[in-house]
């Protein structure tokens, strides 16, 4: 039988990993709405997004290191992976940044070289 902390721990970091998918959607919405909309229009909006977005990454990062801090003791194993998933976590955030950028360089100097580089990040992205 699974010792009912370590069932705690498990529930909260995955609720805690769908508070981080609702992020990352509403971020993706927001930069599709600032593509669209033109520098302009849509920048301020989306700037406020980034940071909404940077505070709710920041809140669940920390929440996830305390809950490593928990399981360190009595679950080590776990507690490993939840370093592991951190760091997977923050590569997958400077990887959204760099297909942020790059889409806005492909709308903004449309060539084959900015497309294959956004090709690039969406299949890096993905894995």
């Known amino acids: 039988m699974v010792d009912s902390n370590v069932r705690t721990i498990a529930q909260n970091l995955y609720a805690l990993q769908e508070k981080r998918v609702a992020v990352y959607r509403k971020l993706e919405r927001s930069h599709e709405v600032y593509l669209h909309s033109g520098p302009a229009n849509g920048f301020p909006t989306f700037r406020q997004a980034v940071h909404e ?3 709710a990454f920041q809140k669940i990062s920390h ?17 490993v992976h939840m370093e592991q998933l951190q760091a997977a976590e923050s590569e997958k955030l400077h990887l959204t940044v760099e297909l942020q950028l790059a889409k806005q360089h492909l709308q903004n100097f449309p ?13 890096r992205s993905a894995k």
């Open 111 to 123: 060539d084959e070289e900015k497309e294959d580089e956004v090709r690039r990040l969406k299949h």
């Open 53 to 55: 977005a940077t505070e």
């Open 63 to 79: 929440d996830v290191l305390s809950l490593r801090e928990e399981a360190r003791d009595t679950w080590p194993l776990l507690a």
